[in-house]
T-cell receptor, first 117, second 108 residues
Framework: KAGVTQTPRYLIKTRGQQVTLSCSPI?????VSWYQQTPGQGLQFLFE???????NKGNFPGRFSGRQFSNSRSEMNVSTLELGDSALYLC????????????????FGSGTRLTVV | AQRVTQPEKLLSVFKGAPVELKCNYS??????LFWYVQYSRQRLQLLLR?????SIKGFTADLNKGETSFHLKKPFAQEEDSAMYYC??????????WGAGTKLIIKP
């Protein structure tokens, strides 16, 4: 069974640009969550999608958005990039939704490392 | 706001010694509690969850509601335990609130 796949692995973007990151969950998993990981702030929840609907959202500005497709693949978009957006972006999938996803645990991808210059 | 504190950024112990990674949370409800681990060059993965009362790789975690703590313990550390450990309770929306993590180094 393939794991959670995130593409690309590395990205370098210029301030002001926008970026789209992709996440393919484990086959059969319908819940996808996104996290931002930085040395200063640690892991922070961005949003959760289940069956193409955003179910929960973290405390990030509107520049951060996402979507989920009918095949459960998810994309995350960051517009008007700032230097502070440099981070490792992690995607995690679960066959459960919301609270149950937390209870039974997520499977994480390797992440996309975004560097904004 | 709910918070979780892992007071040690780095913890270094000798192989065979006991290990305790501390985790304190601030939440007046009844959160679910988890420990996640990230070994070098590997993905973040679930280590154990309080709800299962399980012991994984020799690790256990005891919930102390009075102290709002969920410390991770292992009686005899092994070199392969070297990793980054994250404590993660849930908030009222069942979202994980992540600690900053503790880097555990097991010295031979």
């Amino acid at each position: 069974k393939a794991g959670v796949t995130q593409t690309p692995r590395y990205l370098i973007k210029t301030r002001g640009q926008q970026v789209t990151l992709s996440c393919s969950p484990i086959s059969g998993h319908r819940s996808v969550s996104w996290y931002q990981q930085t040395p200063g702030q640690g892991l922070q929840f961005l949003f959760e999608y289940f069956s193409e609907t955003q179910r929960n959202k973290g405390n990030f500005p509107g520049r951060f958005s996402g979507r989920q497709f009918s095949n459960s693949r998810s994309e995350m978009n960051v517009s008007t990039l700032e230097l502070g957006d440099s981070a490792l972006y992690l995607c995690a999938s679960s066959s459960y939704e919301g609270g149950k996803a937390q209870l039974y645990g997520y499977t994480f991808g390797s992440g996309t490392r975004l560097t904004v210059v | 706001a709910q918070r979780v504190t892992q007071p040690e950024k780095l913890l270094s112990v000798f192989k065979g010694a006991p290990v305790e990674l501390k985790c304190n949370y601030s939440y007046s409800g009844s959160p679910e509690l988890f420990w996640y681990v990230q070994y070098s060059r590997q993905r973040l993965q679930l280590l154990l969850r309080h709800i299962s009362r399980e012991s994984i790789k020799g690790f256990t975690a005891d919930l102390n509601k009075g102290e709002t703590s969920f410390h991770l313990k292992k009686p005899f550390a092994q070199e392969e335990d070297s990793a980054m450990y994250y404590c993660a309770p849930t908030d009222s929306n069942y979202q994980l609130i992540w600690g900053a993590g503790t880097k555990l180094i097991i010295k031979p």
